[in-house]
């Protein structure tokens, strides 16, 4: 399987758990809302129950943002602030909800807060005022506000699995990118032939001995690619040109000389290969 065919997938997963993770948020947003819809109507009716009331109706639960809920009554009610304290915090507790929010008791006529608190999990940040003192009969709206949402993307669940993702795909991608060079390496090494010293890569066109890179021309490069299949055997002048310029319709006589002459200069350096003249036959490269 190639490189790109497996990062194609990985990114594919990729995206199907991150669009998991966002489908499972959303869903687990949507259960916060409800439980605390149902955990403030139990609220409402403990409420009532505590003022000998179980006729009164407790009204529509509303979601005022993300993070603020109201419940109210149809009927006047009075209670005392510890009561309330202690039957939302066991309502929200019994329904698993977040133990950082604030509670505000507005009355319905002016929406002034006649009473209000803030719990939190830390003790120094909890502020419960005016314990044992009734709050009069009278109309009443109670409002709960948390400081953090339930349920976020970026927690610490889902973020690992963005990691564990990550990390997958860059271990894939070293893998691949290895794997790679070293095919490249041993394409690399299969491309050119060793002539003596030299390196010869005929796609290229050109020569290599250590860090010297010497260019050949396209007759240059056919010659030399003839000679390197068949060394230190007789190759005939008319077998070179028919290979190297019959195509091209056009050859002079002295063509063939003159590009075998090219040839000695550039191999000149190494002692061991020669490209020598078999006199009214051809030329012969001759490698130790």
């Not at 329904?95 to 929010?101: D, G, I, R, T, V």
């Not at 564990?164 to 090494?189: P, T």
């Not at 002295?254 to 020669?274: F, Q």
């Amino acid at each position: 399987m190639s490189k790109k065919r497996i990062y194609t997938y990985t990114v594919s997963i990729i995206l199907v758990i991150i669009g998991w993770l966002l489908s499972n948020s959303d869903k687990k947003n949507e259960a916060f809302i409800e439980r605390v819809k149902i955990s403030l109507r139990e609220v409402g009716n403990q409420l009532l129950l505590s003022n000998q009331d179980s006729t009164s109706l407790i009204l529509p639960v509303k979601k005022l943002s993300d993070y603020k809920y109201q419940v109210s009554f149809n009927e006047q009610l009075s209670f005392e602030p510890n009561n309330l304290v202690t039957i939302i915090d066991s309502t929200l507790n019994i329904s698993q909800l977040p133990k950082h929010y604030r509670v505000e008791v507005l009355q319905c006529l002016d929406q002034e807060v006649a009473y209000s608190y803030q719990m939190s999990k830390e003790e120094e940040s909890t502020i419960i005022p005016c314990n044992g003192r009734y709050l009069p009969n009278g109309c009443y709206t109670i409002e709960v506000t948390f400081f953090k949402r339930v349920t976020s993307f970026f927690n610490r669940k889902n973020l690992f699995y963005l990691l564990l993702s990550i990390v997958i795909l860059f271990i894939i991608d070293r893998f691949y990118s290895k794997q790679k060079r070293e095919i490249a390496s041993e394409n690399d090494h299969k491309k050119y032939t060793s002539i003596g010293r030299f390196r010869f890569y005929p796609e290229q066109n050109k020569l290599v001995k250590e860090a010297e890179e010497i260019s050949l021309s396209k007759k240059e490069c056919e010659l030399l690619e003839i000679f390197v299949a068949h060394p230190n055997q007789i190759i005939k002048r008319d077998e070179l040109t028919k290979k190297v310029w019959e195509d091209n319709g056009v050859f002079v006589g002295r063509s063939l000389d003159t590009y075998i002459s090219k040839l000695r200069k550039k191999l000149k350096d190494d002692d061991a290969i020669k490209l020598t003249n078999v006199h009214g036959v051809g030329y012969k490269l001759e490698v130790s």
